[in-house]
């Protein structure tokens, strides 16, 4: 959603709500919870919003934000009021840590991952998707499906360099 462009946390906000209220499954599922905070994560973009009594938090992402900006996020949730904060931290701090990781020298495909990964904490965007379409497209082109193997991500990876 994020890759090249930017989209202003109200309008992302706008559509998570429209994607969760829109499907009938979801909203019973929300229904059935009692009043109360709800803390979810993994997305690496920052929102909240309240349905019913019920507050739906994402506090967003301290080293990996996805939404375009690469400021570290965190939420606080003060007098039934939410507040969204941005700070900047030193990334090249974590990039140096990260090239300097054993994670990192333990091979090539380790390596492009923790690559991509800078590349993410620089920008703040999420070249993830566009990685995993090149990945989906190996696997089809071969025949193949479920879970990558290591040629199709290997085939990704070359098919990635040489965009």
């Not at 992402?61 to 904060?85: H, I, K, Q, W």
């Not at 089809?140 to 990558?148: N, T």
Request: hydrophobic share 40%; charged share 25%; glycine share 6%.
């Amino acid at each position: 959603m994020y890759e090249h462009t930017t989209l202003p946390p109200i309008d992302f906000l706008k559509l998570v709500e429209k994607d969760i209220l829109s499907d009938s499954k979801r909203v019973d599922a929300l229904n059935v919870l009692p009043n109360g905070v709800y803390l979810f994560g993994h997305l690496h973009i920052q929102f909240h919003m309240k349905y019913k009594g019920k507050w739906l938090i994402n506090p967003g992402a301290c080293g990996e934000p996805l939404d375009g900006n690469p400021n570290a996020s965190y939420t606080l949730l003060e007098n039934n009021r939410v507040v969204e904060r941005r700070v900047q931290y030193d990334v090249d701090v974590s990039i140096r840590a990260l090239r300097q990781s054993s994670y990192y020298k333990a091979d090539k495909m380790n390596a492009f991952w923790a690559e991509l990964i800078i590349k993410n904490l620089v920008t703040g965007f999420d070249y993830f998707r566009s990685f995993y379409a090149l990945v989906n497209d190996a696997v089809r082109k071969r025949g193949e499906h479920g879970i990558a193997n290591e040629a199709c991500m290997l085939e990704a990876i070359k098919t990635w360099k040489n965009r």
